[in-house]
T-cell receptor, first 115, second 113 residues
């Protein structure tokens, strides 16, 4: 069975702290790994990682994929209260003979940043 | 661009009633996905379409659930009959091509009493 596991399940930090969120996966036909941020509404896209060892950055957020370890991390530096959200990891799988991809999500990490 | 549009945004119904959720993908997107999110199970993919054709419906929980995509700009997810355990937020997402990023609609919050 395809599986995406995130840790920790929840995290409380203070503004200015750095956090590292983890995602590990066991899936067939891996294509890419995606990170989303979900506040009170729909998930919003952060990163898509396809190649191992190449860091992607967007402001204070960065992420990297390790295909050997079947995992990825999402780092947030100098956290702000606006970073409080659920961070979702999803793995995209491709299927032979089909023109569609499938996304399997982890249960998410709930991050709370206190002032 | 208006983004993915879902309706209704909130639905409250009684057990046994039929529920129809609607989705309009972003214009020009060829892939459409239906998800369900609950506290217990997180975000689950129910079914997805490519070029209006259902590709994988293995996530559909049971026969009470059905989804259609009659044209490139409209899809429905129907639950008949609804049960309290169907209460969840249902998201629709679309992507330009199968391998590209999915963009989510605002979701429909369903409560079945």
């Amino acid at each position: 069975e395809d599986k995406v596991v995130q840790s920790p399940l929840s995290l409380v930090v203070h503004e200015g702290d750095t956090v590292t969120l983890n995602c590990s996966y066991e899936v067939t036909n891996f294509r890419s790994l995606l990170w989303y941020k979900q506040e009170k509404k729909a998930p919003t896209f952060l990163f898509m990682l396809t190649s191992s060892g190449i860091e992607k950055k967007s402001g204070r957020l960065s992420s990297i994929l390790d295909k050997k370890e079947l995992s990825s991390i999402l780092n947030i530096t100098a956290t702000q209260t606006g970073d409080s959200a659920i961070y979702l990891c999803a793995v995209k799988q491709g299927f032979m003979g089909s023109s569609g991809d499938k996304l399997t999500f982890g249960t998410g990490t709930r991050l709370a940043v206190r002032p | 661009d208006a983004g993915v549009i879902q309706s209704p945004r909130h639905e409250v119904t009684e057990m046994g009633q039929e529920v129809t959720l609607r989705c309009k993908p972003i214009s020009g997107h060829n892939s459409l996905f239906w998800y369900r999110q609950t506290m217990m199970r997180g975000l689950e993919l129910l079914i997805y379409f490519n070029n209006n054709v259902p590709i994988d419906d293995s996530g559909m929980p049971e026969d009470r659930f059905s989804a259609k995509m009659p044209n490139a700009s409209f899809s429905t997810l129907k639950i008949q009959p609804s049960e309290p355990r169907d209460s969840a937020v249902y998201f629709c997402a679309s992507s330009p091509q199968p391998q590209e990023t999915q963009y989510f609609g605002p979701g429909t919050r369903l409560l079945v009493l």
